[in-house]
């Protein structure tokens, strides 16, 4: 029995120490890509793609369910970006509540009798609507299929060969397309998409659908969230992109070439994490079709979005997201250590797999094993104590350095005091926090063994409502 | 005491120092960048003041004056410098461009030919704004740099507006990789019509396709009408993504006498090739093109159809009773949506608006 714990023990404590190590690695690349992004980006003016003849027009597609609270002020948001030539699609997703009501009212909305191309399959659309008082506003009603149904239904009726896939409740910086087609303006063969950096609103002030004051959530759990995008996005995914491994193009902010996603059958409607799945089946595409390709990534805070800030709705969300993370990984396992597929084959993906998908469960393992050990009496006491506290200062050590990283990114906390709140929970968030996703990703695999898959959507307090609290 | 004990505790205090001395870190940068950027305020309201004066009074004394004044604090000239020479034309804007000779010029140059990539590009950018014909030669060499400094290389040589520039940038142009040929035609896009004479020598050259594609393109983009008929001889070329972009370049350039080609194109073996054909020919506002473009909102091709629905509406009243009398029978259920939509659009909306761009 020793022997057992022993061996399961070393093959963890072997996890462990590559899992950080990897994310530390991460972290050092993500420095040096944030570093030249900046000193590239010195003395240009975003705004010259104004006078280009040759910059592609883009459609924004927004699926909003049950969104009233927020859709209006999200699409007064979009509809003000500077940006040449856009239009924005909202995807009214089968709303139980006034969503698509509160549209008609606010801009004007007129039934048409639009006729489309269907390029892909979605469930029945019941009218498109065209705005009267905005003519790059159209609004798609239509029968409930997921986020991914509701994306396909926005690519059918799209025109522009550039599309912009983004939560119905995202708040995008003014000039966020205009940073966001630059790759596609200085690659445009071989950039597919492009993804950026994504904050949370929670607790800053938006006025006239845009971030005016950016100040740390008064909700414990937003603020645990604060530190997991900042590691995500500042130091996971931008540090993975510097390697071209980066497989997901976040789905609530990513531009996409439409030809490339239209030849790889769309969104897939069965999955519930259509943003990856969607980045991987296009970069299987590619490689069988040996195009050469690139999937840009911003590192610039240039989207704003809601976070959960209830346990369920939190429990909700994540289990949703490892279901999706699931869902692509078996669903592409082809893919999974086969050269043919370069470096997503080889490296990517197995990352994926292994410190992602099957990590939580590893961690949940170590935990329960620990127990058991802790009661049977094979632990050594004070091996165990230190063990604890070195995984929660390592683990505060790397959201520090995100915090770091985050310093160096434009639109930062402000005031000093939220150096020291973050800082803070990048302590207690290993406490607890990392334990409770843990536990609640562990249980997305036995929810998809079951056949148990949820929308789940979100109970936003909108943009409008959250900023009367302040 | 075990020695993986020991291990463990030494890692721990080692972990615990680091994230202590990161989080001073965080809060020392904080106050230091705040102090500095209030400090860089305060420079640049001063230098602010002083480049005002010069706008409104522009004397060559004064350019040298401040300009030795503030030459020990290049960023925050630069930074005050590069606000003002974009709003600013004529006088004021050639005193600014000496107030950047004297003081920061030579640290440019110097730059320019520095080893460290981001110097040579941020140099490069600073160029782009205040180099002079003359200074040509300096911007050439890196037209053989990284691709990033090419093309802002490029951008500056456009500015330049010289023959002599023009000549280098379609030279750079035609020995860059086809990735990078886009790039090239937004920045010719801004010569306006300067680049005729190029652009009709390069279309006669053995340039791969996507280069000649994009020069035709851009003959219609600008538009360079005199190289109509240069153009059409490309009209039955046998790739059809160099027929598309005729069929666009000529559509854009609104000659009468393009009817003929463009009804020849709508004719195309190529669906693609008959969609722009089609929309071109609404752009022509040709009366001779309704019973072309009639017949292309019967087609099999959705792309075909939508255009010519358009197109259609774009003819104003003749076009407009062909939509009504389509919408109207029954053979054809497509053609019957297509009509029935542009038609709704027009009344609800920008569609006549659509139609008249």
Known sequence: MTTVFHIFSSIILVYFFLLNSLYLFFIILSAFGLNRYKHINAFINFKEIFQMPLVKPISIIAPAYNEENSIVESARSLLSLEYPQYEVI?????????????????????KTKWVFRKSVDTKPIKGIYKSLSNPKLIVIDKINGKKADALNAGLNISHYPLFCGIDGDSILEKAALLKMVRPFLEDPERTVAAGGILKLSNGSEVRTGQVTKVRVPRNWLARFQILEYLRAFLGGRLGLSMLRSSLIVSGAFGLFRKDIALKCGGYRAETIGEDIDLVVRMRKYLHE???????????????????PETLKSLANQRIRWHQGLIETITYSKKMLFNPRYGITGLFAMPFYLIFEMVGPLIEATGYTLFAAMFFTGNINHPFALFFFLLAVVFGSLLSILSVLLGEHSSRQYPRMSYVFIITLFS????????????????????????????????KKKGFSIANQKQ | METSLIITAYSLIFLILLSISLFLYIIVRRIVLKYNKKRFMRRYQSIEKDILRLITFPQLELSAEIARKYQSYPNVLTKVLFDYIEQIEGLGKDQLKKVFDYALKLKCLKDIYSRRFIRRLKATHLFVVF?????????MRLLNDKPLVRLVAVNALSRIRTSQAISYIFQAFERDPPSNARTYINILFGLGQNIEHFVRMYIMKPLPLEKLGLLIELTGAVPLRSLYQDIIVFADHPDKEIRIKVARAVGKMHIPHSYETLERLSQDDAWVVRAQAVKSLGKLKDHRALDILTDALFSPFWHVRYNAGYSLASMGLPGLKRLKAIAKQKKDPYASDM?????????????MEWARS
């Open chain 2, 131 to 139: 180099s002079e014909p003359s200074e040509a030669v300096h911007i």
């Open chain 1, 90 to 110: 909202v995807v009214n997703d089968g709303s139980k509540d006034k969503t698509l009501q509160k549209l008609i009212k606010a801009f004007d909305l007129k």
């Open chain 2, 339 to 351: 009509a029935t939509m542009v038609m709704d659009e027009i009344v609800y909306s920008e569609g």
């Open chain 1, 289 to 307: 079709q040996r195009i050469s390709y690139r999937i840009a990534y911003i590192p610039d805070p240039i989207c704003w979005t809601e976070a």
């Open chain 1, 427 to 458: 302590f207690l968030e290993n406490i607890f926090y990392r334990q409770f996703i843990s536990v609640i990703r562990t249980k997305a695999f036995f929810d998809i063994f079951r056949g148990k898959q949820e929308w789940g959507a979100m």
